[in-house]
Structures are given as C-alpha cells and as structure tokens.
C-alpha cells in the first residue's frame, strides 16, 4: 500500500515561491560617508571690478557641469544717454524704463568639479556702456544716437573650491575675481 499524493501545479509553485522568497528580497547594504558628492551645491561668488562698465558682486549656489547667468545693469557717470528706436542696433543695446542707454554687464559662469576639488571654469565676460553720443544718419534723418562700446571675451582657468579666491584680469583691465566653496 503505497501513499499517493496528488498535488497540484498551484500548489507545487506557492512551495517553490515561498522557499526562494528570503533570497529574492535581500537588502543591498547601504555606504554612509561624511563626504559630499562633486556634483554637490557649490556656493560661488562673483566679483567685477571695472573703470568703464562699474562694480558688480553676488553669490549664487550651483552645482558642477551647470551654469549661471549673472546680468547687472547699472547707470553710466552722467546718467543714461537718450536713445530711439531708429537709432542703429537699438534692439542691441541695454536700455531702462525710458529707452535710455544704461551699462551692463554679463557673465555666464560654467564649472566643472573634479575628484581632487579642483574646478575647471569656462567664464563668458560681455559688457557694454555708452560713451557720449554720436550722429548717424539713418533712413535720411541726422540722429543723435549713443556711442555704445563693448567688450565681449572668455576666459578658461582652475581654482580650488575651498574658498581661496581667483582673480583674473581681461583684456581691457577689467577684474574678475571668483571664489567657491562647498
């Protein structure tokens, strides 16, 4: 007399499920570190020191491989220079409330953190200030438009991101100094 059991295909799986569960929902072990990761917030501070387009700071916080657009407008000595919109390039140029040719500066900010802490910094440096006016013909009529003057450059350098301070100088003396810290 032999036993005979009958079991079904159902029942046969729920056995086999319950006995590979435990395996099946191990937990992956978790690394805790005091480090912070490179692509962590960085607080930059950017500074421009310059005779013809003004004096300009702030401090933003971005993370590597981002990049940040610093735009500061400000009142040239002797105050804004009256412009129309018929004056060449007047879509071109900074203006404020009244239409009047203001100064402005411009900064696009991209670093690049390495493992050691060391960013890699692509800077884009672009101003623009009116020097007097000067008088143009356009469509026929004799205007008297602002004589705006630019300057655009890029500049590419490293520095620590420990707070230490970098300061470059461009091509037309304006002073750039940039600092991080994480």
């Not at 919109?85 to 900064?107: E, W």
């Not at 960013?119 to 004799?142: D, M, R, W, Y």
């Not at 300057?151 to 002073?175: A, E």
Request: overall charge positive; aromatic content about 4%; glycine content about 8%.
């Amino acid at each position: 007399m032999g036993l005979r059991f009958k079991l079904s295909a159902v029942s046969v799986v729920a056995s086999l499920a319950c006995a590979l569960a435990p395996a099946a929902h191990a937990a992956t072990p978790i690394t805790v570190t005091n480090q912070a990761a490179l692509d962590g917030p960085i607080r930059y501070t950017v500074r421009v020191t310059s005779k013809q387009f003004g004096n300009s700071q702030e401090t933003r916080t971005i993370r590597s491989g981002e990049s940040d657009d610093f735009t500061w407008k400000t009142v040239p000595p002797g105050g804004p220079v009256p412009a129309t919109d018929a004056c060449p390039n007047y879509a071109s140029l900074p203006v404020d409330s009244n239409g009047a040719m203001i100064r402005q500066t411009q900064i696009r900010f991209a670093p690049v953190v390495a493992a050691d802490g060391t960013a890699t910094v692509q800077l884009s440096f672009q101003a623009q200030t009116p020097h007097g006016v000067k008088t143009v013909t356009s469509g026929g009529k004799t205007l008297q438009c602002p004589n705006d003057v630019g300057v655009s450059q890029i500049v590419r350098f490293t520095m620590p991101v420990n707070g230490t301070t970098k300061t470059l100088t461009l091509t037309d003396g304006t002073q750039i100094a940039v600092s991080a810290k994480r």
